[in-house]
């Protein structure tokens, strides 16, 4: 089985201001890594995903991430952040075996100041 | 790119009646889609797998005969909230499968659910 943590449960960040969401996952079976957004009351929009080769990922909104194997940590991180990137941010892991069951994070709210 | 629509997006209905969510894939043919719950301030935790033609696939602790579940076409699922209580109050999101490979996967944009 795999697990997922997200060491933070909210990140308050002023704008313009880098950040850094933090997930460690736990699994006995190879992983693909992947991390949502999800704005309020709305859906997951996908962020980025780390399948294979090169361990960092650029995804959609300047967002990147770094797949660390040896820490099993996936660490998402923004240079500059702006306030419409406040939400909800999950990461999720899904077994390279069973392409039918994320298992996702707890879940970091993003909270960007003016 | 692939859409999935989840409708309606908000209802509130009355303890004991039933509600059925729509989750539809707009441009492409889902065999498998896939229900989730999420409590308020936590994640989401998969409720069952939805297969076109065939029963769903529940995970375990979850209520078949509460949340009922029909794949009856490749571009329709639909949950059903039966004899809905206030606990049943929550955010669910539908899932599809485009196909499947690791990429492709879409999700709705959620039904928030409210029993009063």
């Known amino acids: 089985a795999q697990s997922v943590t997200q060491l933070d449960s909210q990140v308050p960040v002023f704008e313009e201001a880098p950040v850094e969401l933090r997930c460690n996952y736990s699994s006995s079976v190879s992983v693909y890594l992947f991390w949502y957004v999800q704005y309020p009351n709305q859906g997951l929009q996908l962020l980025l995903k780390?399948?294979?080769?090169?361990?960092l990922v650029k995804g959609i909104n300047g967002f990147e991430a770094e797949f660390n194997k040896s820490q099993t940590s996936f660490h998402l991180r923004k240079p500059s952040v702006h306030i419409s990137d406040t939400a909800e941010y999950f990461c999720a892991v899904r077994s390279l075996y069973n392409f039918n069951k994320f298992y996702f994070g707890s879940g970091t709210k993003l909270n960007v100041k003016p | 790119g692939a859409v999935v629509s989840q409708h309606p997006s908000r209802v509130i209905c009355k303890s004991g009646t039933s509600v059925k969510i729509e989750c539809r894939s707009l441009?492409?043919?889902?065999?498998?889609m896939f229900w989730y719950r999420q409590f308020p301030k936590q994640s989401l935790m998969l409720m069952a797998t939805?297969?076109?033609?065939?029963?769903?696939?529940?995970e375990q602790g979850v209520e078949k005969d509460k949340f009922l579940i029909n794949h009856a076409s490749l571009t329709l699922s639909t949950l059903t909230v039966t004899s809905a209580h206030p606990e049943d109050s929550s955010f669910y999101i539908c899932?599809?499968?485009?196909?499947?490979?690791?990429?492709?996967?879409?999700f709705g944009s959620g039904t928030r659910l409210t029993v009063v």
């Open positions: 939805s297969n076109e033609g065939s029963k769903a696939t529940y």
């Open positions: 780390y399948l294979s080769g090169s361990t």
């Open positions: 441009d492409f043919q889902a065999t498998t």
């Open positions: 899932s599809a499968s485009i196909d499947r490979s690791v990429y492709g996967y879409t």
